[in-house]
């Protein structure tokens, strides 16, 4: 079995020898028009320093603690890029003083109940797949912290397939609970990026967007009724379709990152595989012409699956087109009949908009043998394959990240220029040669959530990439929030986004949560200095 | 123009004479098998008793503040069945103490700012539906309560065409906001049953379901962000179409019933008028047996706009059939593009659940002249006329009542049986002849909103009407909640299901809203006893 890389997204064995990783590195950076600094190798988990543990497992809870050098590292920070350049280089100062790993809802209220009376803070972790630092240890203001890994909690516990809706436990990772949904013949199909290694719970607790385009974009919309242990007891939530009795309260779970409560599981909605897909791919002058066409799409009130548009870099980078046109790919999927005239009338609306299709429309019915295979499934692949690349990156010495936001249609041309022109002129400021791109990822009625990637080289040394990564990364948000868009569509808020989130946020809502986890959380200790300060 | 009734539903001069009443109530109960007890008026407002006002006027609020007997009385109730056999009767013994028509934000936070000073209670009032005790004046414990009518606001401020959005004020009702809307060529198409007379602001604070069979079912799905006045400043979000940012701050108002703020603005998401409509009707053996074919159409993806099914006694009682079979009602809507096929597809699944097609498929397209009237039209006013007959029904001595709840799809027949069986058996134990009839009016992947109407003979007095009408809501609110399903979907809390809705939330989220609410009204003015106790 693969093991997890200790610094690195993903699994050990998939990060490339150098000669690998200078192939690599020298195609995307050459299309980007500059060279990779240098390369390295990332310091041996054995070397890496690691935050010494300042305490002593209690006798009672020797079952679910460890404190071991290795689990310490591994569960230190999230893979956000600047959680990449600091384990490459082997620093893992941030690592908490104890590691948990529970196997019961009786184990969490344990170690929970432990943690208060020892005002020791717990950080809720699942696939420690973070990109905004929402599991790192605030070591230096607590005198200990326990991080809680809740993946051993991993079961699909019951399906009803009437009501198409399973019982999943919060610590199964996405290949976990569809593996399990598999047998009843039924899938979430919830694919975030980080989908390989991240769990229901972590989904829940950030909001975590998927791979639909449109109606379901978020995990928001899959939850039927949580589960949550609190300091204060249990938090659980009847299994409704929908409820209009008083504010939601799966509403106020959804994005509390870890603040309220430790999830355990989950009703989630659950459906058959898809039989019928159609999809084509049209071209634009410019992403802001494709972005016109989804929006006319959307607005039609037709619901593809796929409907991401990708700017002529973002397009180049994924090997699709070269000619510096934009990409919109469509695709409609449904498991009860064909989709083929709502794919036909976005290539309609898409023509009208000025887009070229390319190719030609394509429909699956079943049975054919490219429906569980095909296009979409090396999409996928394609997909999760991504962040793998930023590994190398970081091993070449360039600065390389992705940040998402969203914003009404009136608004997405002004937005789009703001974001880009300011992290441009940051990189020139800087003398910076870097890239940025962007593709369109979910669409609604009334906006979008663009997303973009941002390249460029700095130095192969911790403080140089962190500091040139942290110039950019503000420019992105200082604008983002300027423009009146939103610090984050499905990344979450964490510790990186906070500064931004609590401007964004209206001043009034922001004493009621703070209010609402002291009702639960008197001692505060979960997840301390994510969403507001400590 | 026609003038609000005082005592009940809608406008005065749509309340029949005696000869039209008796025929009305005779042709609805002798198709119920029994007959009308009696027949009387209500008592005019002239002679009504209504609470002494205990507050004067301040001077500084002269300009928004009122205190004559028919202000105070009109603002006593809301529309639910004990509400309309008080006014009936002429006991307006819960009026407020004065009753405020604010014409801007500053009045509102000048308000509220004196009530807080002086420890008076605070009821934000929108078109004074609710059917939950949402708006009654808790006389008994303040020394002072005031009424804060909202309808003075009630323009259209702003709209986007791009993104089809609209920036309207709380007050306006659902035909003001139509009109308003019908310049830009747009359209809210949110219809509850109160559409005539309710406001936006209110269907904001009690997440209002509206006529949307599927997707939008409830307002919630339409805001884009929110404006409220709280007493700890003001309450403002993001436009924004979609945003991951921490638990969402539009879902903490969206069923907060007044308890946070004044509701003084939102963004809404419009659309144009659907110029393209298709419809069919399907009949049943039974409501369970439909309610089976709506399970596979939705859960084939299909989301039609019109998805009701009538059991027996509704379809009766609605004019569509005397056969005693239930009826399905399928319509589709697309200002875009024909729904035929989607029209076609659900009434195959139908047939296959046993459904036999009622005469044939109707479809029309721009420019047929019943697009815009035509039988979408004509039901949409028999639906707005329902609440009329519940006037009649109390000059008749006759309890006459409606609830709705939700509940997943495994459940329905389970739940339909026990609360069908819970009121009967009431019925029985009291030795009262009576009917309960059910619709099924939201569907969801997951599950499904059953509305409920029962009907009883009482005698023509106050005290009669009331208990009788008590025993029967809380047979049924016992039984909703025995069986695991909702107390309210789409009729908010209020003080009526509050002692429900506190066993059916969890109960750190119950701590987490009070705290939540003492953060933003330390003086616990706004809407007491709504939610939860003073």
């Known amino acids: ?176 609970l569809e593996a399990q949904l598999a047998r009843h013949q039924l899938t979430l199909r919830h694919y975030p990026q980080s989908f390989e290694h991240s769990t229901l719970g972590g989904w829940i607790a950030t909001r975590a967007g998927g791979h639909f385009a449109t109606q379901r974009t978020r995990i928001d919309d899959f939850v039927e009724a949580v589960r949550m242990i609190t300091p204060s007891g249990l938090y659980q939530t009847r299994r409704l379709p929908s409820s209009g009795a008083g504010p939601s309260p799966e509403r106020l779970v959804l994005g509390s990152e870890g603040i309220f409560g430790v999830n355990t599981e989950a009703w989630v909605r659950v459906m058959p595989r898809p039989e019928w897909r159609s999809r084509a791919a049209v071209s634009f002058d410019s992403l802001i012409r494709g972005a016109e066409a989804v929006r006319n799409i959307v607005q039609a009130g037709l619901a593809p699956s796929n409907c991401r548009v990708l700017d002529p870099v973002e397009a180049m980078l994924h090997g699709v087109r070269f000619d510096g046109r934009a990409v919109l790919m469509l695709a409609f999927e449904s498991s009860d009949h064909a989709e083929s005239e709502a794919l036909a009338r976005a290539v309609a609306i898409a023509t009208k908009c000025g887009g070229v299709l390319d190719g030609e429309a394509k429909s699956e019915g079943p049975g054919t043998s490219s429906a569980a295979g095909g296009d979409p499934e090396r999409w996928k692949n394609a997909f999760f394959q991504g962040p793998y690349l930023q590994n190398v990156m970081v091993s070449l010495g360039v600065v390389a990240d992705t940040f998402e936001t969203a914003c009404t249609w009136d608004r997405f041309a002004d937005v789009h220029a703001g974001i880009v022109g300011s992290v441009e002129a940051e990189l020139r400021a800087r003398g910076v040669p870097g890239k940025v791109s962007c593709r369109i990822t979910h669409a609604y009625p009334d906006g979008l959530a663009p997303y973009y990637t941002f390249l460029a080289p700095g130095r192969l040394d911790q403080t140089a990439l962190l500091d040139l990564w942290s110039q950019l990364k503000d420019a992105a948000s200082d604008a983002i929030f300027r423009l009146g868009a939103t610090i984050t569509h499905h990344h979450a808020v964490g510790r990186t986004h906070r500064p931004w989130y609590e401007r964004e946020r209206p001043a009034p809502f922001a004493a009621m949560l703070k209010a609402a986890k002291r009702a639960v959380d008197p001692k505060g200790i979960l997840n301390p200095g994510v969403l507001f300060g400590d």
């Open 1 to 176: 079995m693969s093991v997890r890389s200790y610094w690195g997204w993903g699994l050990a064995d998939r990060f490339p020898d150098r000669e690998g990783r200078q192939a690599m590195g020298q195609h995307a950076t050459s299309l980007l028009g500059f060279d990779p600094p240098g390369i390295g190798d990332p310091v041996p988990l054995d070397s890496a320093r690691v935050a010494t543990s300042r305490i002593a497992i209690p006798p009672a809870l020797t079952h679910v603690l460890k404190t071991d050098h290795d689990s310490r590292a591994r569960h230190t920070y999230g893979r956000a890029y600047p959680d990449l350049v600091r384990g490459f280089f082997g620093d893992f100062g941030a690592a908490p003083d104890l590691v948990a790993f529970p196997e019961s809802e009786a184990d969490i209220a344990q170690l929970m109940a432990w943690c208060a009376a020892e005002g020791y803070a717990l950080i809720p972790y699942g696939g420690g797949t973070s990109v905004v630092g929402g599991i790192e240890p605030p070591r230096e203001k607590w005198k200990g912290v326990v991080t809680l890994d809740v993946t051993r909690l991993d079961r699909v516990r019951e399906v009803d397939p009437v009501s198409r809706a399973a019982l999943i436990e919060a610590g199964a990772t996405g290949p976990r």
